[in-house]
Each structure stands twice: as structure tokens, then as C-alpha cells.
């Protein structure tokens, strides 16, 4: 077993470096998107408000969350979180329009406020509510938007640095927008670390109205059907994740994964390459284009680790790889690695484990 260490960033960005156009200096602050459905919040916005916060005090402005919903749908629980979190203000818009996503009103309450109050950077999830959401706003408000970022930082000039993959994820971009306001970006679950939560902390609550009637809106709500596939996979928020690739050799192999996973109590995954040749579902995919995780420990066998993998595991407190190869690129990046053969590795943990917990607990 060797250890390997993570390399030290790279990329150095170039600044655009000119005066900012006078009308953009009404710009300012920070502001995140909640998610709130059916009142309960998506862990992706606590997660945006922990690195909104680092943008906000490198720009020496306030962060700003902005929490949409029914008078009953949970804003106000919501808004208390956003200030423990980490929000200096909350915009609050609560309308019986809102108990339910609709593109329409939820377009019409975010552009309004954008109009009203001017923030210089939005952040939202990208999650199914948000991508939709972010790609309608940004439409009308007429600025760009940065999807699935995995990056983000201030420059010199104020400009927001977009990092994301591209070209399949072979490389890393960095994109800003330079000449629309505000700076957009949606950034995937688990991508940003969870921010330490302050029980009591407070802020200032901005209530702003909906401007919109139901007879606007030309979507209806009719029925919700909630989500019954259990046997779909809960990868990103797993505290244990063992994941396969095409190293394992055969679909045959990718049981050993399974079998290891199942005594860790751990979910199971594995790379894009699985998934193209039919070894898993796509809902167990890791990577940029498929899950990002942030688990305690990640347990790679056979996975090569391109760049697009990398983006979506790199969060992982500790991670393990297996590989034949000594030079392969997840060896980088890893805490540790065992350079062998995980069809003969992955049995041998397994054992190992299901040992080692089973003396645990006679010994409880």
C-alpha cells in the first residue's frame, strides 16, 4: 500500500482586468436560491450558502438568501436556517402561487426581485427545480449562466470565476461573465462542503410580493405523485461509497463490489464506462456527469480516474484506490492506494471487514 498525495493546484486564472461599467456598481451582495418543496429545504442550499459566504466577504458584501413558498409551506422555518447558516438577509416571497414549483411563477417572483434589489452574484442548486429555474431566469434577465460549476472564487476585478468541466470532461473551464449582471451559476449537490450550522444567529428579513395572478400562469398543478423507487441509489449523501470500473475485468466482478459495499453498509457505484456498457444503472454513476459525492471514505477498484470522475469524488474525506496501474490518474489524487489486482484485493477487504466487525460487536 503506498500512500499517494493530492496535488497542488494548478491554475492560475487570468483576471480581465478593466473598469467595471458605472451601472454596475448598483450591483451588490451575494444571494443563494433555497430549494423549499413541500417544505422541506434541499441540502444543496446550505451547501451554496457556506461558499456564497466566502464570496461575499471577498467582496466585502452581504449574503443574501431567497426563500420562496406558501404562507404554510415552511418559509419561515427556512428562513431561520438560512440565518444559521450564514445569511445576513433573506428576501422572503410567500404566495399561495408558491406552494408548488411551477417555472412560471417561480421565474416571475426570482426576476422581479433580481430587478428590484440588484444582487451582483446568483447562486442556485443544479438540481432538477434549479436547473430549470436558473436557465429561465437567466433567459429573461438577458446574462449568463454558468451550469454545474465545481469552482468558484472572486478575481481582483470582482468578476465571478466559474470553474466546470468541458469536452467531456477532459478539461477544466473557467468562465465569467463580464458584461451582464448578475453572475450566475449552478453548482451540483455535494460539489461544496456543508457549512457549520450557528443555533440562534439572525438577520434581516426582506418580504417581497409576487406580482402574478393564477390566471398567468398557464401550467396547473393536478396531482403529486411522490417518488416510490426505493431501489434507486442515495449515492450523494452516503458516508461510505464503493465504486467499480472497467479494471474489474468482467460484469461478472462487479459483484465483489457489491459484496464489499454490503458489509460496510455502504452504497455501491461506478464509473461512466459502466454505465455505457450496461454493468449499472445510470442512477449509480460517480462523476461530473453523474453523482458528485462527499462521503467519509471512498473505495475506488479499477477506476482510472479521469478528470470528469475526479470533479465528482475529489470531496471525499479519504479516499482508497485500487488499480494495476501505478500510474494511473486516481493515484494522484488519492489519499491511498494499493497498486494489485481488485479482484483479488476487493475479496480480501471484504473478509478483512465483515471480520473486524464481527469481533466488534461480540466484544459490545
Known amino acids: ?159 465571478l470565476a466559474a470553474t466546470r468541466p468541458t469536452f467531456g470532461g477532459t478539461l477544466l473551464c473557467t468562465i465569467y461573465t463580464l458584461n451582464f449582471r448578475p453572475q450566475m451559476a449552478t453548482v451540483r449537490p455535494r460539489v461544496m462542503a456543508m457549512p457549520e450550522r450557528v443555533p440562534g444567529r439572525t438577520g434581516k428579513v426582506v418580504p417581497f410580493k409576487l406580482a402574478l395572478e393564477e390566471t398567468d400562469i398557464i401550467t396547473k398543478v393536478l396531482e403529486f405523485i411522490p417518488d416510490a423507487a426505493s431501489e434507486d441509489a442515495h449515492l450523494a449523501y452516503a458516508d461510505i461509497v464503493v465504486a467499480g470500473g472497467l479494471g474489474l475485468g468482467s460484469p461478472a466482478n462487479f459483484r465483489l463490489v457489491k459484496e464489499l459495499a454490503e458489509v460496510l453498509g455502504a452504497e455501491y457505484g461506478g464509473s461512466r464506462p459502466l454505465v455505457q456498457k450496461g454493468w449499472i444503472t445510470s442512477d449509480r454513476q460517480i462523476g461530473q456527469t453523474g453523482k458528485t459525492i462527499r462521503p467519509k471514505l471512498y473505495i475506488a477498484a479499477g477506476i482510472s480516474g479521469a478528470i470528469q470522475h475526479r470533479v465528482g469524488v475529489e470531496g471525499a474525506d479519504r479516499i482508497l484506490a485500487i488499480n494495476t496501474d501505478p500510474n494511473a490518474p486516481i493515484l494522484e489524487f488519492a489519499h491511498h492506494g494499493i497498486v494489485g489486482d481488485a479482484t483479488k484485493i476487493l475479496p480480501a477487504l471484504t473478509k478483512a471487514f465483515a471480520e473486524r466487525l464481527a469481533a466488534r460487536r461480540m466484544a459490545s
Not at 466566502?54 to 420562496?68: G, H, S, T
Not at 440565518?83 to 416571475?108: C, H, I, M, Q
Open 1 to 159: 500500500m503506498t500512500d499517494a498525495k493530492k496535488p497542488a493546484p494548478q491554475a492560475s486564472r487570468a483576471s480581465a482586468k478593466k473598469e467595471l461599467p458605472e451601472h454596475f456598481k448598483s450591483y451588490k451582495h451575494v444571494w443563494v436560491f433555497v430549494e423549499l418543496e413541500r417544505g422541506q429545504v434541499h441540502p444543496v442550499s446550505w451547501e451554496l450558502l457556506g461558499e456564497g459566504r466566502k464570496l461575499a466577504d471577498k467582496l466585502e458584501v452581504d449574503l443574501c438568501a431567497v426563500v420562496m413558498g406558501a404562507p404554510d409551506g415552511g418559509v419561515a422555518l427556512a428562513t431561520r436556517d438560512s440565518f444559521e447558516y450564514g445569511a445576513d438577509v433573506v428576501y422572503s416571497v410567500t404566495d399561495p402561487l408558491l406552494s408548488d414549483y411551477r417555472n412560471e411563477s417561480f421565474t416571475k417572483a426570482m426576476t422581479d426581485l433580481v430587478n428590484s434589489h440588484q444582487p451582483e452574484v446568483l447562486l442556485l442548486g443544479a438540481t432538477n427545480l434549479g436547473r430549470d429555474l436558473a436557465g429561465s431566469v437567466a433567459t429573461t434577465l438577458r446574462t449568463g449562466l454558468t451550469a454545474d460549476s465545481t469552482e468558484l472564487a472572486i478575481d481582483d476585478d470582482r468578476s
